[in-house]
């Protein structure tokens, strides 16, 4: 079985250009997550969706960041414009609920350098 | 709200050396835990899950965690670590699925 796909792997920007990253999760796995994980540090949620719908979104700066996921499958995350302070890993991750169990698969995230 | 704590931002170890990497937690429900493991320039694997039940959770790579609910401890062990166990370990809570990790122990096995 396939895991979760991610790309780039590596991206390097300048300041206030704009940045898409590309999400592939597992197949039948109906929730995805979006991950940001600073330096030295754990991931943070950004984001998740149950199929397409985004049903947590509350740690995702608005003003900046977007992302959707069509039709419930591949998703995307955009920054426009990125500030250096979002130099970082993104990682996407997946899972599908059996019972009451759940257990979330990451991909190997895109690590984003923004000068 | 849930949180985690990772009392050892790195962790020296011998190979073949015993190892134990610390982690408490808080929360006013119940939760479930979760250790994953990150080798560098890659993604989380994980290594182990307390869902219920027993509370000495067997993982993969011979790696096994004790749950304490008193003292609210989810501690990572192995009895002889490998060159190859060097990573990043990252202890998790889950709650509503939604997961808080740790700030990361560092496990470095010198030969």
């Known amino acids: 079985e396939a895991g979760v796909v991610q790309s780039p792997r590596y991206k390097i920007i300048e300041k206030k250009q704009p940045v898409a990253f590309w999400c592939n999760p597992i197949s039948g796995h109906n929730t995805l997550y979006w991950y940001r994980q600073n330096l030295g540090q754990g991931p943070e949620l950004l984001i998740r969706y149950e199929n397409e719908e985004a049903v947590d979104d509350s740690q995702l700066p608005k003003d900046r960041f977007s992302a959707e996921r069509l039709k419930g499958v591949d998703s995307t995350l955009k920054i426009q414009p990125a500030e250096l302070g979002d130099s970082a890993v993104y990682l996407c991750?997946?899972?599908?609920?059996?019972?009451?169990?759940?257990?979330?698969?990451f991909g190997p995230g895109t690590r984003l350098l923004v000068l | 709200a849930q949180s985690v704590t990772q009392l050892d931002s790195q962790v020296p170890v011998f190979e073949e050396a015993p190892v134990e990497l610390r982690c408490n937690y808080s929360?006013?429900?119940?939760?479930?835990l979760f250790w994953y493991v990150q080798y560098p320039n890659q993604g989380l694997q994980l290594l182990l899950k307390y869902l219920s039940g027993s509370t000495l959770v067997k993982g993969i790579n011979g790696f096994e965690a004790e749950f304490n609910k008193s003292q609210t401890s989810f501690h990572l062990r192995k009895p002889s670590v490998h060159i190859s166990d060097t990573a990043e370990y990252f202890c998790?809570?889950?709650?509503?699925?939604?997961?808080?990790f740790g700030s990361g122990t560092r496990l470095q096995v010198q030969p």
């Open positions: 991750a997946s899972s599908r609920i059996s019972g009451s169990e759940e257990t979330q698969y």
């Open positions: 929360s006013s429900v119940s939760v479930y």
């Open positions: 998790a809570v889950s709650l509503r699925r939604a997961l808080t």
